[in-house]
């Protein structure tokens, strides 16, 4: 079973207590990305990035491979969610799709069994949200993920990149907007206003 590859040195999960540890995943047959970012206070940091690669002759032994690499990663970064790219069907190349969906597939099912609840974004909303266009390359995303995260160099390589930038998608889509929902909410309470 190959192990994954980290391209971080991975921080202890268990070191303190977190509000929110999201897991992205970029599905991939031959290369899986995977990121994974907390959240403390409105202030996220990266935790681990690195990648999944499947092994094996046969379809199923590759997926079997992603599957225990993915399980390998949600052990040993315990994080409390999990975010996914959506498949991105090109009518041109609709057998990509489908090996994308069976790498896809295993990803969840491992999320399942961690008792993960998966959130799943288009790629192009995620391009969009951290460059302004949903049409950048993995140079830009990988300056985009770097400036978010103040690293000091882009994230290698583009597959775990692409995997933060699906866990900062999540953060900024639903974990920050949530949270300025509830501020506004207890604002308005405050201040003897009705939500």
Do not use: W
């Amino acid at each position: 079973m190959p192990r994954p590859t980290p391209a971080t040195p991975p921080i202890d999960p268990r070191a303190s207590p977190v509000d929110h540890r999201v897991v992205g995943f970029d599905p991939g047959l031959n290369v899986t990305g995977y990121g994974v970012i907390e959240v403390r206070g409105g202030t996220v940091r990266l935790v681990e990035a690195g990648t999944v690669r499947s092994r094996g002759a046969s379809l199923a032994e590759r997926l079997a491979t992603i599957h225990a690499g993915v399980v390998e990663v949600l052990e040993a970064c315990r994080p409390t969610v999990m975010a996914i790219e959506q498949i991105f069907v090109h009518a041109r190349f609709p057998r990509t799709a489908i090996l994308m969906g069976h790498a896809r597939g295993v990803i969840c099912l491992a999320a399942a069994q961690a008792g993960l609840t998966v959130y799943d974004y288009p790629p192009a909303r995620v391009k969009s949200l951290l460059t302004g266009s949903g049409q950048a390359g993995k140079e830009q995303m990988q300056a985009a993920v770097q400036r978010e995260l103040g690293l000091t160099t882009r994230p290698e390589p583009a597959d775990a990149a692409d995997a933060l930038a699906i866990a900062l998608a999540d953060y900024h889509l639903r974990i920050r907007q949530g949270g300025m929902h509830l501020l506004l909410r207890r604002t308005d309470r405050s201040a003897g206003g009705t939500t």
